[in-house]
Each structure stands twice: as structure tokens, then as C-alpha cells.
């Protein structure tokens, strides 16, 4: 039997008690696709990777991965984990620290390998204490390679990590990922799903909400918006214009979402004494507020 999906995921719901943290979730992740699951605090992601990695179980819904349950996936060695803390051995070196995990493994890739596949090899002989938060995350993603997965999820990986070490962390993912390797991260950043994944899945309170490349999810959110200094706007007659998605006011500001911001900027500026008008497009940060927000 071929597996056709590395990651299929049934109406899946996870409940918490009272809390509703998986709201029914249908995805299915293609061998070799790069897929970021981007969300806001409490979306469900961490929830979802842990289902995914055996470590708790739905509620109601079916969870596989390449085909199997999580649990045997895993014990095939076919699921590998990078999460944003978890114990490294400061006293050891880098090179230790790989060699050590692998002799716990009776197969594994070679140490030498994989540090170079996570960009470290020039690290190998420094104490892991030494290393910076991006160097001890490619000496996570290091640790992951070991078994060879065919997916690996990564949960936060570059939280707190500067500008430079996310780059590098990143680009050491996406070259291990061109040989085929099935990646799911979950991030916060939505700059980091648009640079580094082939496709984002957008989850708002337990739901996905948008599933698409970068651009298809920016698309979501075309149209500008027009802000404008208007004490005491008439919020009524600007909704009411044609092709105003939405209208919000901010003291003496107004800030208008439309599809035809020019109407909107000939009806201030004609009919009304509103002033200082803007006019941008929509970034991929107001598609997710947008998107996200239509769901409260
Ligand atoms: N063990 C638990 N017991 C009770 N509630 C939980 C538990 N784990 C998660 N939750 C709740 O489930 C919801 C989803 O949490 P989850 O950690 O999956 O979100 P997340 O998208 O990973 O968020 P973050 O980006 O903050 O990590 C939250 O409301 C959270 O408080």
C-alpha cells in the first residue's frame, strides 16, 4: 500500500473540559509539502501537533499520519519532533550530544550527516551551553534528523531567536526539505509562514479559517484602506457606501476596508470636512486579523 497523504486529519476535535481547543479540523498534508500552521495564542496548534505525535488523543475525529496511527508511526520512525525548549545537556558538545542520542537507536543516520544537514558541522566541538538559541535549535532539528523521518513537525521553533538565526535555521530546513522531507510548523509569525512554507493553514479558536499559498491568502484579504481624520464620522452613511467591507473608528480616526477605496476617498473628500487621507493595501498581517476576527 502507498501512503497518499503524510498527514490526515478527520473532523478532529480535542476538548479540554469545558474548553474547546480543537473545533473540528479536516486537513490533508501531501509527502514532501512544507506547510506552516499559523494562528494566534490559543488557535489549537499545539494541541494538533501533540494529537499528531501520539501524545494525547481526539476527542472525536480520525488522526494518521503516513497511513498509520501516530503511536506506530512513530515507533516506525517515521515522525520526528522539534519543539521550542526540551532538555539539552549544556556540558556536552555538540557533536556529544548527537552521538549520544544516536547510540540510544539501533538505525540511525550518520552523526556526521545530520549535523551537517542542520548547518553545525563547524559547531561540533562547542559546549552546547555555549551555543546561541538559534545554534541549539538546528541542534534540535539535528536530533530530529537522526531516525530519518519522513515528517517532522516543529512546534514555535524560532521563538525568541533573532533576525540572523531564524535565517539560518530556516534555510537549513528548507535545503533538507527540497530531498523530499514532509515539514508542518506551527508559528505565530506570519512572515515566517510566507517566507518558508509552500502553503499556510490559517486556525483561529480551534477552526481552519483560510488553506492556501501566501499570495492566495493575502488575496483573501484584497481591497485597501482609507484612513482619514474625522472627528464625529458618520459611520452609518460610510458603511453604507458601496464596497465597504468594514468601519472602524479610533478617536478622531477613521480607518475604512474596502474593495473601492476610491468611491470612499470622493465621498470624504467632497462631501464631508474628513482630512489626511491614507490609502494602503492590505498586508498579510490585516488578512489574519481580518480572517481571524471574522470567526469571534
Ligand atoms: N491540558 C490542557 N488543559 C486545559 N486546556 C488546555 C490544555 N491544553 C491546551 N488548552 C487550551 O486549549 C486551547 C488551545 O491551546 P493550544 O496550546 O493548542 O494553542 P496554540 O495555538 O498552540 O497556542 P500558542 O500559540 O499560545 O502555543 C487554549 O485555550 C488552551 O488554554
Known amino acids: 500500500m502507498t501512503t497518499q497523504t503524510a498527514v490526515s486529519l478527520r473532523d478532529v476535535t480535542k476538548n ?5 481547543a480543537v473545533r473540528g479540523i479536516d486537513l490533508d498534508i501531501a509527502p514532501g509539502e512544507v506547510v506552516a500552521f499559523l494562528g494566534p495564542n490559543g488557535a ?6 501533540d494529537m499528531l505525535l501520539g501524545l494525547s488523543q481526539p476527542t472525536s475525529g480520525e488522526v494518521e499520519v503516513m497511513g498509520m496511527k501516530p503511536r506506530d508511526a512513530i515507533a516506525h520512525g517515521l515522525v520526528s519532533a522539534v519543539m521550542q525548549t526540551g532538555g539539552l545537556l549544556k556540558d556536552m558538545t555538540v557533536r556529544e550530544t548527537v552521538a549520544y542520542m544516536a547510540s540510544l537507536f539501533a538505525n540511525t543516520e550518520s552523526v556526521d550527516d545530520v549535523l551537517k544537514r542542520s548547518g553545525i558541522s563547524q559547531l561540533a566541538a562547542r559546549k552546547v551551553g555555549k551555543c546561541s538559541g538559534g545554534e541549539q535549535q538546528r541542534l534540535r532539528f539535528a536530533l530530529a534528523l537522526l531516525p530519518d523521518p519522513a515528517l517532522l513537525l516543529l512546534d514555535e521553533p524560532t521563538t525568541g531567536m533573532d533576525v540572523e538565526g531564524r ?5 537549513a530546513i528548507r535545503e533538507d526539505a527540497s530531498r523530499g522531507r514532509t515539514v508542518l510548523f ?5 512572515e515566517e509562514a510566507d517566507q518558508y512554507a509552500d502553503r499556510i ?3 483561529s ?5 483560510a488553506d492556501g499559498t501566501g499570495s492566495q491568502v493575502k488575496a483573501l484579504a484584497s481591497g485597501r484602506t482609507v484612513r482619514a481624520t474625522w472627528p464625529a464620522a458618520d459611520v452609518e452613511r460610510l458603511t453604507a457606501l458601496g464596497g465597504v467591507d468594514s468601519v472602524e473608528v479610533r478617536g478622531d480616526t477613521v480607518h475604512v476596508h474596502a474593495k473601492d477605496t476610491d468611491t470612499v476617498a470622493r465621498y470624504l473628500l467632497s ?3 474628513a482630512r489626511d487621507l491614507e490609502i494602503t493595501a492590505r498586508g498579510l498581517e490585516e488578512a ?5 476576527g471574522a470567526q469571534a
Open 288 to 292: 489574519f486579523i481580518n480572517l481571524t
Open 271 to 273: 462631501e464631508t470636512n
Open 44 to 49: 489549537g496548534k499545539t494541541t494538533t501537533i
Open 167 to 171: 535565517r539560518a535555521f530556516w534555510g
Open 201 to 203: 493553514v490559517l486556525v
Open 16 to 20: 479540554f473540559g469545558d474548553v474547546e
Open 205 to 209: 479558536k480551534g477552526k481552519v479559517v
Open 186 to 190: 506551527a508559528t505565530h509569525y506570519l
